[in-house]
C-alpha cells in the first residue's frame, strides 16, 4: 500500500530562519510526487511536481527535491506569509487510477 | 484561482438527510477527482470520473455516489447522512492522465456539518 509520512507534524519558525520540511514515501512505480500549500479553510494549492530521483524545483523562497524515499522542503528565509500546513502526495503509476495518496501535512508558522 | 468551482461552499443538514455538492473543471480537463478532508484522517481519495466514466475508487462508502455528466461537470451525492459525515469535500481535475503534467488543481471545497 502507497504511503506517505510527513514530518514534522508542526514547525515554528522565526522570520528570517531557514528550514526543511520531509516527506518520507513508500510507493509501487513512483509517476510523481506533489506539493500543496494549504491554508485554513481553502483548497490545496500547486507547488510542484518532482518525477524522479534528483529532480529540484524552485519558487521564490521555497525548493524541492527528491530522493528514491525522501522529498524536501526547503524554505529559505521566511516570511509570515508562508505560514500555512504544507502537504506532500504521490502518484503511483501502472495504470488505473490517477489518484493522489496525501501525507498529513507539516503546519508551518513563521513569526515576525 | 486555480479554476476549479464548488458549490455550495457550506452546507448544514440533519443526520439521515442527503445532500449533493457540485464540481466545475477546469476549463478542457477530462479528469475529475473527489477527495474527503477530516481533521483525524487527512485527505481522502474518494472516487474518480475521466470523460464521463467511473475510472477508480477509493475508500468511498456505498451511501455516496458520483457521477460526471457530458458538459464534464460532477456531482458527488451523498445520503442518509451520518455526524462522521462531517468534513471538507474537494474536487480536483487534472488535464492528462496518460502524459506528464499530472499535477491535479483543488477547488475550494464544501465544507459539510451534519447535526
Known amino acids: 500500500e502507497d504511503q506517505v509520512t510527513q514530518s514534522p507534524e508542526a514547525l515554528r519558525l522565526q522570520e528570517g530562519e531557514s528550514s526543511s520540511l520531509n516527506c518520507s514515501y513508500t510507493?509501487?512505480?513512483?509517476?510523481?510526487l506533489f506539493w500543496y500549500r494549504q491554508d485554513p479553510g481553502k483548497g490545496p494549492e500547486f507547488l510542484f511536481t518532482?518525477?524522479?530521483a534528483g529532480e529540484e524545483k524552485e519558487k521564490e523562497r521555497l525548493k524541492a527535491t527528491l530522493t528514491k524515499k525522501e522529498s524536501f522542503l526547503h524554505i529559505t528565509a521566511p516570511k509570515p506569509e508562508d505560514s500555512a500546513t504544507y502537504l506532500c502526495?504521490?502518484?503511483?503509476?501502472?495504470?488505473?487510477?490517477?489518484?493522489?495518496?496525501f501525507g498529513k501535512g507539516t503546519k508551518l508558522t513563521v513569526n515576525p | 484561482d486555480s479554476g476549479v468551482t464548488q458549490t455550495p461552499k457550506h452546507l448544514i443538514t440533519a443526520t439521515g438527510q442527503r445532500v449533493t455538492l457540485r464540481c466545475s473543471p477546469r476549463?478542457?480537463?477530462?479528469?475529475v477527482y473527489w477527495y474527503q478532508q477530516s481533521l483525524d484522517q487527512g485527505l481522502q481519495f474518494l472516487i474518480q470520473?475521466?470523460?464521463?466514466?467511473?475510472?477508480a475508487k477509493g475508500n468511498i462508502l456505498e451511501r455516496f455516489s458520483a457521477q460526471q455528466f457530458p458538459d464534464l461537470h460532477s456531482e458527488l451525492n451523498l445520503s442518509s447522512l451520518e455526524l462522521g459525515d462531517s468534513a471538507l469535500y474537494f474536487c480536483?481535475?487534472?488535464?492528462?492522465?496518460?502524459?506528464?503534467?499530472?499535477?491535479?488543481?483543488f477547488g475550494p471545497g464544501t465544507r459539510l456539518t451534519v447535526t
Open positions: 480536483a481535475s487534472s488535464a492528462s492522465t496518460v502524459r506528464a503534467p499530472y499535477e491535479q488543481y
Open positions: 510507493v509501487s512505480g513512483l509517476r510523481g
Open positions: 518532482l518525477y524522479s
Open positions: 502526495a504521490v502518484q503511483a503509476g501502472g495504470g488505473g487510477s490517477e489518484k493522489l495518496v
Open positions: 476549463s478542457g480537463d477530462l479528469s
Open positions: 470520473y475521466y470523460n464521463g466514466e467511473e475510472r
